[in-house]
C-alpha cells in the first residue's frame, strides 16, 4: 500500500468518526472520580415525553404485580409500606423509553468514555414515590462469568433530583479497587464504613440532566422526604469489545437468577410479563 493511499484512507476514517461530545477535562474527571454529570442532554421536550410516559407505565396495573419479577418495591421509609417502585426492564413496554436509551446522543456519549462503540445492556424506571426507602450502599458490578466488566450506568433525570427526594450519592475513587465484595455472583451490599463519607458527591439533577457512573462505584439512595416523584431513567451499557450487543442474552439469565434468589425466600410463584 502506498503512502498516498494509506494517508487518504487514514483520512477517510476521521471524517467517519463522530466528534466527541465529552471533553478531555470531563474525560479525566470520570475516569477519576468514577462518574460525572453533564447537563442539559435531553431536551424539554423529550422530557415532556418522558414524564407523560412514565404516567402512562404508572397506569399499566395488570403488570404491578408482586409476582412479576419485572417489578421492584421498596418500603415507605416511616410506615414500612410495601410500594410498587421500578420497572426493570421497561424499554419492551415503551417505545419512548427505547428511543432514549438507544439515541445517537447517549451512545456515543458513553462511547467517548470507552474509546469505542457503547452498546445497551440493561434498562429500567424507577418511580421513587413519595417515602420511599432507597437503596443500601453497593456497586452494581455482579461477578457473573457474563457480565461485562466495563458495565456503566447512565442516569437520564425525569424529575428533579436532590438529597431531599433521596437522589443517588456516589463514591469517589473506589472504581479503581474493582469489586469490593466477594466474586460468587451474588449481590450484596456494601458496609457503610467501606466508604469515606468525604468522597460521597450527591448526584444533584435537574430534568434533562444525565449522570454516568462506573459498576465499581459504591452508590446509595436516601428516602424520598420531598412529597414529590423522583423518576430516573436508568440506562447500563457495556463496551463493543466487552461482549456486544448482549441485552437479550443478560435478561434472559437475569430472569432465572432472580427466579432462584426468590426461591430461597419461599416465592415460588414468580413469573415475567
Same mark, same amino acid.
Given at each position: 500500500?502506498? @503512502?498516498?493511499?494509506?494517508?487518504?484512507?487514514?483520512?477517510?476514517?476521521?471524517?467517519?468518526?463522530?466528534?466527541?461530545?465529552?471533553?478531555?477535562?470531563?474525560?479525566?474527571?470520570?475516569?477519576?472520580?468514577?462518574?460525572?454529570?453533564?447537563?442539559?442532554?435531553?431536551?424539554?421536550?423529550? $422530557?415532556? @415525553?418522558? @414524564?407523560?410516559?412514565?404516567?402512562?407505565?404508572?397506569?399499566?396495573?395488570?403488570? #404491578?404485580?408482586?409476582?412479576?419479577?419485572?417489578?421492584? =418495591?421498596?418500603?415507605?421509609?416511616?410506615?414500612?409500606?410495601?410500594?410498587?417502585?421500578? *420497572?426493570?426492564?421497561? #424499554?419492551?413496554?415503551?417505545?419512548?423509553?427505547?428511543?432514549? @436509551?438507544?439515541?445517537?446522543?447517549?451512545? &456515543?456519549?458513553?462511547?467517548?468514555?470507552?474509546?469505542? %462503540?457503547?452498546?445497551?445492556?440493561?434498562?429500567?424506571?424507577?418511580?421513587?414515590?413519595?417515602?420511599?426507602?432507597?437503596?443500601?450502599?453497593?456497586?452494581?458490578? #455482579?461477578? =457473573?462469568?457474563?457480565?461485562?466488566?466495563?458495565? $456503566?450506568?447512565?442516569?437520564?433525570?425525569?424529575?428533579?433530583?436532590?438529597?431531599?427526594?433521596?437522589?443517588? /450519592?456516589? *463514591?469517589?475513587?473506589?472504581?479503581?479497587?474493582?469489586?469490593?465484595?466477594?466474586?460468587?455472583?451474588?449481590?450484596?451490599?456494601?458496609?457503610?464504613?467501606?466508604?469515606?463519607?468525604?468522597?460521597?458527591?450527591?448526584?444533584?439533577?435537574?430534568? +434533562?440532566?444525565?449522570? #454516568?457512573?462506573? +459498576?465499581?462505584? %459504591?452508590?446509595?439512595?436516601?428516602?424520598?422526604?420531598?412529597?414529590? !416523584?423522583?423518576?430516573?431513567?436508568?440506562?447500563?451499557?457495556?463496551?463493543?469489545?466487552?461482549?456486544?450487543?448482549? &441485552?437479550?442474552?443478560?435478561?434472559? /439469565?437475569?430472569?432465572? !437468577?432472580?427466579?432462584?434468589?426468590?426461591?430461597?425466600?419461599?416465592?415460588?410463584?414468580?413469573?415475567?410479563?
Amino acid at each position: 500500500m502506498s @503512502a498516498t493511499t494509506e494517508n487518504a484512507q487514514s483520512t477517510q476514517t476521521q471524517r467517519q468518526a463522530p466528534p466527541s461530545v465529552l471533553t478531555e477535562e470531563q474525560l479525566v474527571g470520570y475516569r477519576t472520580d468514577g462518574f460525572l454529570i453533564v447537563r442539559g442532554v435531553i431536551p424539554a421536550s423529550e $422530557v415532556e @415525553a418522558l @414524564a407523560a410516559e412514565a404516567s402512562r407505565l404508572l397506569g399499566r396495573t395488570e403488570l #404491578i404485580d408482586s409476582d412479576n419479577i419485572r417489578c421492584r =418495591w421498596q418500603n415507605h421509609f416511616e410506615t414500612g409500606e410495601c410500594r410498587f417502585d421500578c *420497572f426493570d426492564p421497561v #424499554i419492551d413496554l415503551s417505545p419512548v423509553c427505547a428511543q432514549i @436509551a438507544r439515541s445517537e446522543r447517549l451512545l &456515543r456519549l458513553v462511547g467517548d468514555l470507552y474509546g469505542e %462503540p457503547a452498546c445497551l445492556f440493561k434498562d429500567k424506571l424507577i418511580f421513587k414515590p413519595p417515602g420511599a426507602k432507597g437503596y443500601d450502599l453497593h456497586q452494581d458490578y #455482579i461477578s =457473573w462469568k457474563s457480565f461485562p466488566t466495563s458495565f $456503566v450506568t447512565l442516569i437520564v433525570a425525569i424529575d428533579s433530583a436532590d438529597a431531599q427526594s433521596g437522589a443517588t /450519592e456516589v *463514591f469517589s475513587g473506589y472504581h479503581q479497587q474493582g469489586s469490593m465484595t466477594a466474586k460468587d455472583g451474588l449481590y450484596h451490599r456494601l458496609p457503610e464504613d467501606a466508604v469515606d463519607p468525604a468522597r460521597g458527591k450527591t448526584l444533584d439533577l435537574n430534568p +434533562g440532566d444525565v449522570a #454516568i457512573f462506573s +459498576g465499581y462505584t %459504591p452508590h446509595r439512595s436516601g428516602p424520598n422526604r420531598s412529597g414529590q !416523584w423522583r423518576r430516573l431513567l436508568y440506562l447500563s451499557y457495556n463496551a463493543l469489545h466487552d461482549g456486544g450487543d448482549q &441485552r437479550e442474552a443478560h435478561y434472559a /439469565e437475569f430472569k432465572v !437468577w432472580l427466579q432462584e434468589r426468590y426461591a430461597e425466600y419461599g416465592k415460588t410463584n414468580t413469573y415475567f410479563r
